[in-house]
């Protein structure tokens, strides 16, 4: 290995620069020269690449880590000066005109879109070993997470591409956020499933680094407590995407491209594709440089609620406001009652999902400026409320909805409510967490995530014209869910509502036991009466027409116990499984069109 006396000059910046900002502890324990030199370089390295991945170097990390300690010791309130108010934006319900309008303003702009998916959470909060990507969003066809958001995203390629033919723009790119916790992990899920149908050179992985930990109010770097010659690091939050997307020149590549708008999504919410094209309709529309996408939203739900904030000297601006600020915002400025539900049974500050939608132009012009870093926020456990000493080390976090807090008045920021229906169903909470949710609070877990696809196509399918039977309620790991239908189909047979409404015709009618898994494009269902279990697939050159009586034994829904580990842990965790009894299956592996009378 290299000896000490080999160090480069920018290694021996970075121990200078550390030194002259009060950081002499890191080498305080450091023994004499030839002692330990391997430990010392891997130092260096570490070092050097906490350096590298932080705008500004980490000299800027310690500055702003320590303004922040500093006015967290002061008790400063981040909103200060500032009042909330419910701000107005797009609000969208499923099916009508307006939606279908939304919808193919949508559909049409999404070739020139590029999704980037946040998946470098482990997610503490489900307790789930792997990575949540990989979780089943049903259990009906086990298609994971990332499955689904890749043939959504190809489905939506296919149709935006044949619409506006010969434009040249010819794929839709997906970026994925990893960090050390799911970095190998989600390589490996894509791998052995062929990209599930994306290519390769479409898909680009960017890892976010940890920061460094920070030991006390003079932001002091936070040493491992088993090794010495290593900087503690932890998470430094989703906000990282911007500055990562900046410096790897994605983003460049893509305006130069003729990209135009960028899509962020989190790592698990099934429903979130079926609000997709019309919220993209409505940033289209509506040339807004930021759009997010929010839900109604219960009071005091762990879920951000998007406010407008009016500062004394008149400036505003639509933000996020975390979950655990809101409350505390509000009662300090003339709102004794803090968050609460309105006459609607709501808080009137709509639910922030952290779907964003941003136009590539004005994001790349403003992320030139910033390098891409976001406001931070530190939140030290104190010790005692001398607020001196902390529990354990703390860092810097910054969130990917803060983008817009730097944003000029001139910057067109919207925000589209969308029914929490059709939009939103994530999985984030653990069986035990769950089943202590406040009554009539969603439960976020695996098991309402599941139910929660069910009840959006059984819905979707009755606005289509199906009559489709009223769910029965079940109790799954503590948690009453109502259980319709276990309805599911592939992307690329229905994307838009207008799409579903085409391939539905006559009179069709599914009973609550029934199961149907579509999974061709050219799939049209007419007088079909379903009541059992039916798989129906075909390639994309078959045109089906499937109609008539279909009764079987059908699947059927067991009860597990997330406490029995006998049991797989993403099984576990929903608190159930599908038992396939007996189903009819009917695949279509040739060309041509074909109609089949059941
Ligand atoms: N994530 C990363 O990629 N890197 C990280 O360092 C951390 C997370 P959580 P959170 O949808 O209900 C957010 O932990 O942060 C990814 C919003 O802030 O699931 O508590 C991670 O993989 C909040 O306003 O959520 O809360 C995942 O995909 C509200 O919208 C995503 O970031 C809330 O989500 C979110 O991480 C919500």
């Not at 400026?369 to 976090?397: C, H, M, Q």
């Amino acid at each position: 290995r290299k000896n000490l006396s080999l160090l480069s000059s920018q290694q021996v910046e970075l121990a200078k620069m550390l030194l002259e900002m009060n950081q002499s502890h890191l080498f305080q324990h450091w023994p004499e020269p030839g002692v330990n030199d391997d430990d010392k370089l891997a130092f260096l390295e570490q070092v050097a690449r906490l350096n590298a991945s932080y705008p500004g170097g980490l000299a800027s990390y310690i500055k702003t880590a320590r303004e922040l300690l500093a006015d967290s010791k002061a008790g400063k309130n981040p909103y200060d000066g500032f009042s909330p108010s419910v701000p107005s934006g797009e609000a969208l319900t499923f099916g009508d005109d307006k939606f279908v309008q939304y919808e193919d303003a949508g559909v049409w702009e999404a070739r020139k879109a590029v999704f980037v998916l946040v998946a470098g959470g482990l997610g503490e909060r489900l307790g789930y070993n792997g990575i949540k990507v990989a979780l089943p969003l049903e259990s009906t066809t086990g298609t994971c997470f990332l499955q689904h958001y890749i043939e959504s995203i190809l489905a939506l390629q296919e149709t935006s591409c044949r619409l506006a033919q010969g434009e040249g723009l010819t794929e839709i790119p997906l970026a994925i956020m990893t960090s050390d916790d799911t970095h190998l992990r989600t390589i490996k899920l894509l791998e052995s499933n062929a990209y599930f149908g994306m290519k390769p050179t479409q898909i680009k992985l960017l890892k976010q680094e940890k920061v460094a930990c920070l030991d006390d109010n003079d932001a002091r770097l936070a040493v491992d407590p088993h090794n010495k010659y290593i900087i503690q690091t932890k998470p430094h939050g989703h906000g990282d995407v911007h500055s990562l997307l900046y410096s790897s020149g994605l983003l460049k590549e893509w305006l130069d491209a003729g990209r135009k708008w960028v899509l962020f999504f989190q790592d698990t919410n099934g429903l979130l594709f079926k609000a997709i094209p019309a919220a993209l309709g409505v940033s289209a529309t509506n040339e807004y440089h930021v759009n997010s996408l929010a839900v109604p939203r219960k009071a005091k739900e762990a879920i951000g609620g998007i406010t407008k904030l009016t500062h004394q000297d008149g400036r505003t601006m639509v933000i996020n406001v975390e979950y655990n600020q809101l409350d505390p915002l509000l009662r300090a400025t003339g709102n004794p009652d803090g968050d609460v539900n309105c006459e609607t049974g709501y808080s009137p500050f709509p639910g922030n999902i952290n779907q964003l939608i941003f136009e590539i132009g004005p994001y790349l012009e403003e992320l030139s400026k910033t390098g891409g870093s976001i406001k931070e926020f530190v939140n030290p456990k104190y010790k005692d409320s001398t607020k001196t000493a902390f529990k354990s080390s703390t860092r810097l976090e910054c969130m990917m909805q803060d983008y817009p807090k730097t944003l000029p008045p001139s910057a067109k920021v919207g925000f589209t409510v969308m029914d929490t229906w059709y939009a939103y169903a994530p999985v984030k909470n653990n069986p035990e967490d769950a089943a202590k949710v406040p009554k009539g609070n969603p439960y976020h877990s695996a098991t309402s995530g599941e139910m929660a696809i069910y009840r959006a196509n059984s819905l979707i399918l009755r606005k289509a014209g199906v009559k489709v039977a009223d769910p029965v309620n079940h109790v799954f790991n503590g948690q009453e869910v109502e259980v319709f239908p276990r309805i599911v189909w592939k992307p690329k047979w229905g994307l838009t509502f207008s799409d579903i409404r085409s391939k539905v015709k006559g009179n069709c009618s599914i009973t609550q036991r029934s199961t149907i898994a579509i999974k061709g494009r050219n799939i049209y269902l007419e007088d079909l009466a379903l009541d059992g279990a039916l798989v129906l697939d075909a390639i994309d050159d078959a045109e089906v027409k499937v109609g008539g009586s279909v009764q079987n034994a059908g699947c059927i829904i067991q009860s597990v116990d997330f406490k029995d580990t006998s049991v797989p842990e993403e099984v576990r965790i929903r608190g159930f499984k599908i038992i396939k009894v007996e189903q009819l299956e009917k695949t279509y592996s040739e060309p041509g069109k074909f109609s089949l009378k059941l």
